[in-house]
């Protein structure tokens, strides 16, 4: 009987001290991750746009990874585009993006655990319509002479005023833009009797630069900011 007890005592006291081992364990979960980037404060050009994040808790396990994912669904994950980032407070650069274009854009953050996402943020790229370029036009980027520069008007209608600053409305004419991805297509009608030039180039944060067509030579190009 004596052995009987104390055997039981034994075990009883072996499972009570795992139990509590068990109790006093770590407990970990998702990391814990927001952002301050808005529509109001967003960095955005006509092909990226800028998020901010902030890793406020490691959920009591280490941040394997953290950053931006991406999307033009909602509610992206870390299945769609991501920036990945090293920092648990960081800002990514998200590149590549399509001019005119809505994104939906969640920071997330991942530990031993799981992965969680801050909230959702949408966000358009900047638009061509109604803007002012400066237009440096170099008709042979071997002759720095036959350089000058242009003011260009991209209506939302489609329509274009292209004005020379050096001598305002001596040179006035019009033309027609559209806009396929990030590549402009803009045609003006020359008040000469060369005709209508070509002009084609590729938006690139914000700025753009292509080539154009232009009788007699082989190597124009342009360069634009905008005003």
């Not at 055997?7 to 770590?26: E, H, K, M, Q, R």
């Not at 803007?131 to 350089?147: K, Q």
């Not at 396929?180 to 753009?208: A, C, K």
């Amino acid at each position: 009987m004596k052995n009987y007890f104390w055997n039981a005592l034994l075990i009883f006291t072996v499972l009570f001290f795992i139990s509590c081992d068990d109790d006093d364990g770590p407990v970990t979960s998702a990391p814990e991750i927001s952002s301050t980037t808005t529509e109001q404060n967003a960095e955005i050009t006509y092909t990226s746009i800028e998020i901010s994040g902030d890793v406020t808790s490691d959920g009591g396990s280490d941040v394997t990874s953290r950053g931006v994912c991406w999307s033009m669904n909602q509610n992206p994950t870390t299945s769609d585009n991501i920036t990945t980032e090293t920092s648990n407070e960081f800002t990514s650069l998200v590149e590549g993006l399509t001019a005119n274009t809505t994104y939906h854009f969640r920071v997330y953050a991942t530990n031993s655990t799981g992965t969680s996402y801050g909230n959702p943020i949408t966000l358009n790229t900047s638009s061509l319509d109604g803007t002012t370029w400066d237009f440096t036009i170099s008709l042979d980027n071997t002759t720095p002479n036959y350089t000058w520069h242009a003011d260009i008007i991209f209506n939302p209608d489609g329509t274009t005023v292209y004005d020379e600053p050096s001598s305002p409305g001596t040179y006035t004419t019009y033309g027609v833009w559209s806009l396929n991805g990030n590549t402009l297509e803009y045609n003006m009608d020359s008040s000469t009797s060369n005709g209508v030039y070509e002009f084609t180039g590729t938006l690139n944060g914000n700025t753009m630069s292509g080539t154009f067509l232009f009788p007699g030579y082989s190597n124009p190009v342009w360069s634009a900011v905008e005003y």
